[in-house]
């Protein structure tokens, strides 16, 4: 009788364990999204601040996008207007990947795409 008594106490264990185990995992994955959404946020102010910027500075500092995956800018983030418009195509297509939009085919397009992802803006290259 112990030995049943012993089995069924574990079998419940196991049972609250696997219960512990789902609820964590769904746990985890709300917080995955409660980052990602930090992180579009923060995308969508430096965007703001940069239009901002911009709208008196032509020549402005712009403000570093992140990866909404990580969080983490964007390495070797383009700084300027200008820095922008002079990236070569596998850079344009590499910051397009990190930021996770549609990448256009033609260099043009994926400048105008950058662009518009740093500043909010639509440019007519």
Do not use: W
């Amino acid at each position: 009788m112990d030995y049943s008594r012993n089995e069924s106490r574990e079998l419940g264990m196991l049972g609250m364990i696997r219960q512990l185990v789902e609820i964590a995992g769904r746990v985890e994955q709300r917080l995955d999204t409660v980052e990602r959404t930090i992180h579009a946020l923060l995308n969508r102010t430096a965007r703001l601040q940069n239009f901002q910027r911009l709208s008196g500075n032509p020549a402005a500092i712009l403000l570093p996008l992140r990866n909404p995956q990580t969080g983490s800018s964007i390495p070797n983030c383009p700084t300027t207007i200008n820095q922008i418009r002079n990236l070569p195509a596998d850079r344009a297509t590499e910051i397009l990947h990190i930021l996770q939009v549609p990448v256009p085919s033609s260099l043009r397009d994926k400048i105008k795409e950058v662009l518009y992802y740093f500043t909010g803006r639509e440019y007519h290259l």
